[in-house]
């Protein structure tokens, strides 16, 4: 390519109606260039997609309920990240975070008003989720392990740890044999919105996010965390005990993630379950990738994810294509959101 057309390229690229059509065109075309090969009709397919969503009342509430649990994730990657850490154990941490959530609303809580209960049930489930968070904490300090590959770890630890509790001494002994935890009392539970099984905990998770925001831009706190972000060599020198502000910082991620375990307890599930909340901690892992982790966009790519997993479902009855094709479509829209941030940036 010449240079003027590579000027022209680099111009075009930039414009912001241009990117924001490339990034919804391209990955619809490739798309359902693949829809083609498998004999399938393109639009029909986007059509049930699009109605899956914005179709009825239970599909958006769906939408709303998986987002919830999303932003929450993805502010546990976002807050490591902004110290100079990696989180991948969100989806460990959310785990413990429900698991502790379903024990303390079957025992010393279960009798509590819901003014009362519902608070320490969420009190429960951060507890849970900032512990697990400061195992891979305490390995990095100590013993100087990989806080990514310790957290990853601690994903598959929690997955044997729950089974083994859930199969064990946790199992309701009315649960036809299911490996679940007894039902939370009904007054420790959310009620549902709008006849769908939406709750206020996506006010919750939006209004955490905004303070998140408001912390790393607007406070004393929030600069520090900067500081240590940008240079960290620097921000020693400066006197500022950094160990101990990461240290801090990931543990109160995991216990984001733990609320947002407490939230999937306390609106949705009512119980324990071998696989409550799979997939959220990894899919929110991507929705902060890909807004280059601001808590702000974070709320807008999950709500994206969102609405493309419970698209997944409806397109599998409707066309006959597996859930998982959908994965395709997320992963192509993933990459052009990043690759078109990353090429805005250079």
């Not at 990955?27 to 049930?48: A, Q, R, W």
């Not at 279960?110 to 390995?139: E, K, Q």
């Not at 607007?218 to 520090?224: D, E, M, R």
């Amino acid at each position: 390519m010449s240079k003027a057309g590579s000027e022209y390229m680099d111009k075009l690229m930039n414009n912001r109606l241009f990117r924001a059509l490339f990034i919804i065109l391209f990955p619809v075309t490739v798309f359902g260039i693949l829809l083609l090969t498998e004999g399938k009709n393109p639009i029909e397919t986007y059509g049930v997609i699009l109605n899956a969503v914005f179709g009825s009342r239970y599909g958006f509430g769906e939408v709303v309920v998986q987002a919830t649990y999303l932003i929450l994730t993805s502010l546990t990657a976002i807050l490591p990240y902004r110290v100079g850490m990696a989180n991948a154990g969100g989806e460990g941490q959310m785990a413990i975070g429900a698991l502790c959530t379903a024990i303390a609303g079957t025992t010393f809580l279960s009798r509590m008003p819901a003014v009362i209960g519902i608070p320490l049930m969420m009190l429960s489930g951060m507890a849970g989720g900032a512990i697990w968070a400061g195992i891979p904490v305490l390995c990095k300090a100590k013993f100087r392990m990989n806080e990514t590959l310790s957290s990853i770890l601690m994903n598959y630890i929690s997955t044997y740890f729950i089974s083994f509790l859930l199969y064990g001494i946790l199992k309701d002994p009315k649960g036809w044999n299911y490996p679940q935890t007894m039902e939370v009392a009904g007054q420790l539970r959310f009620r549902m919105l709008f006849s769908t099984r939406a709750n206020v905990g996506i006010l919750i998770s939006i209004l955490v996010a905004i303070g998140c925001w408001y912390i790393l831009q607007k406070t004393k706190i929030g600069f520090t965390i900067r500081t240590i972000g940008g240079n960290t060599t620097a921000a020693v020198y400066s006197g500022i005990n950094v160990k101990l502000v990461q240290s801090a910082v990931f543990t109160s991620a995991g216990a984001l993630a733990g609320l947002a375990g407490a939230i999937l307890i306390i609106g949705v599930e009512g119980r324990m379950r071998v696989d409550s909340g799979t997939t959220m901690g990894f899919m929110g892992f991507l929705a902060a990738g890909i807004v280059n982790n601001n808590p702000l966009l974070a709320i807008l790519s999950a709500f994206l994810i969102a609405g493309l997993n419970i698209a997944g479902n409806a397109m599998e009855i409707n066309t006959g294509l597996p859930s998982a094709s959908i994965q395709i479509l997320i992963m192509l829209v993933l990459l052009t959101i990043m690759g078109m941030g990353r090429r805005k940036k250079a």
